[in-house]
């Protein structure tokens, strides 16, 4: 069945006791809230007590903004559902609460985080709480050691891998952050000016050599529960707290993908501060520390696994920091920091740096120790 605003009244009517937070006579309001591309979300309340709600969000069987032509399995909730709880397991708090979690007709009902805003509105508008950084540095590094596979058993291993066993949308990821911005393909666009900057970037063969290894890692290697789709899109703050969100993406896969794309946003949203130097001051602290509540947050049984292991999620994190970077300047899906620059030749100039810094972590992200290291190819 397809939800929508015609079809939830009923098929809230059905579902109360499991979701459990309305009596079976309360009268319910209805807001379609999302502003995503893949799903549909809802916030549904009580009429008499609009502080009594839940969120609801549904997976229609297509890509939703594309309609029915586009087909996409609806598992991607069931994934997402797994990772809640996981999140709620081993991170609480750090994520909304999982009411209840409808497979057949793909629906999810979880915390309302009310009054919340998405990470990338706060850093577009100049606001760097590096506290959040911490956060989500610590969440994934708890996350990723808590299911990483060199500090469980192999039954524990071989039940993540199955759980989390979500070919569909990793190689949605595969093409659209690792293909199809290096060749011609009819989603890449971008600001017109950057043609030779894209052109040196598709015939440089050291640089397509690693985007090919890194590619290679993104779809063999298997260490823990990858969030798949960290960006500042995917953070709400809520009181000055991260709640992460939409993880349909998650996989057993390389850890350093989710800092990747976390790290990767951050510095994209470093190049289009180019003017006020003190926002792109907060942004280099909020990813040093990032960094270091990750290495807090990550715990082995061996001690001195734990600098060896660390060593290999930070080389691969800046390997995957600099291909997000390219994608969202000439991919398919851009980022709302740059693409608010009205000013062509500002956005260009921004867009410029931005891609030869991403470009740079590519080729060098096996020598790259550290991230001062990493935080002096900025200038
Ligand atoms: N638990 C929640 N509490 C409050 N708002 C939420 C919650 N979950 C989602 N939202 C709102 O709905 C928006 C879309 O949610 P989400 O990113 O999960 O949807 P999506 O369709 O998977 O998006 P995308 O196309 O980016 O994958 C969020 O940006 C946020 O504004
Ligand atoms: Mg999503």
């Known amino acids: 069945m397809e939800l929508d605003l015609a079809t939830l009244p009923d098929y809230l009517r059905q579902r109360r006791a499991e979701i459990r937070m309305f009596e079976s006579e309360t009268e319910l309001r209805i807001e ?21 709600s839940v969120i609801l969000k549904h997976a229609p069987p297509y890509i939703k903004i594309l309609g029915p032509e586009y087909p996409l399995s609806i598992e991607r909730l069931t994934y997402e559902s797994r990772a809640l709880d996981i999140y709620n397991q081993f991170a609480s708090g750090s994520a909304p609460e999982l009411y209840y979690f409808d497979a057949e007709t793909a629906v999810i009902a979880m915390e309302d985080l009310r009054d919340a805003q998405v990470l990338r509105a706060d850093l577009i508008a100049g606001k760097v709480d590096t506290g959040i950084a911490e956060q989500i540095g610590r969440f994934m590094g708890t996350i990723h050691s ?6 469980l058993d192999s039954t524990s291993v071989q039940q993540y891998r199955q759980q989390f066993a979500n070919t569909t949308m990793q190689s949605i990821t595969a093409d659209y952050v690792f293909t199809f911005p290096y060749t011609e393909h009819e989603t890449n666009f971008w600001t017109p000016g950057l043609e030779i900057d894209i052109q040196r970037l598709k015939t440089d063969t050291d640089f397509l050599q690693h985007t090919g290894d890194l590619k290679q890692i993104f779809l063999t290697a298997q260490q823990a529960v990858t969030h798949g789709d960290l960006h500042t899109g995917s953070v709400l703050v809520q009181n000055n707290t991260a709640k992460v969100i939409d993880a349909e993406f998650a996989f057993y896969g390389p850890v350093g993908f989710d800092l990747g794309l976390y790290w990767a946003n951050y510095l994209l949203s470093y190049f289009s501060h180019q003017d006020t130097p003190d926002v792109q001051a907060a942004l280099k602290t909020a990813i040093a520390k990032t960094w270091h509540a990750y290495t807090l947050g990550f715990r082995t049984v061996d001690g001195t696994l734990k600098a060896q292991t660390l060593q290999h999620i930070f080389h691969e994190a800046v390997g995957f920091t600099g291909l ?22 500002k956005k260009l100039s921004v867009e410029r740096a931005a891609l030869q810094f991403g470009l740079t972590l590519v080729k060098q992200y096996q020598s790259l120790r550290d991230v001062p290291a990493v935080l002096a190819l900025l200038f």
């Open 32 to 52: 379609e809230i999302g502003d995503g591309n893949l799903n549909t979300v809802y916030r549904v309340s009580d009429a008499a007590q609009s502080t009594r």
């Open 324 to 345: 997000e970077m390219l994608r969202r300047l000439i991919g398919a899906a851009h980022v709302r920091d740059i693409e608010g620059i009205a000013d062509i030749p």
């Open 146 to 151: 808590r299911t990483y596979v060199e500090n």
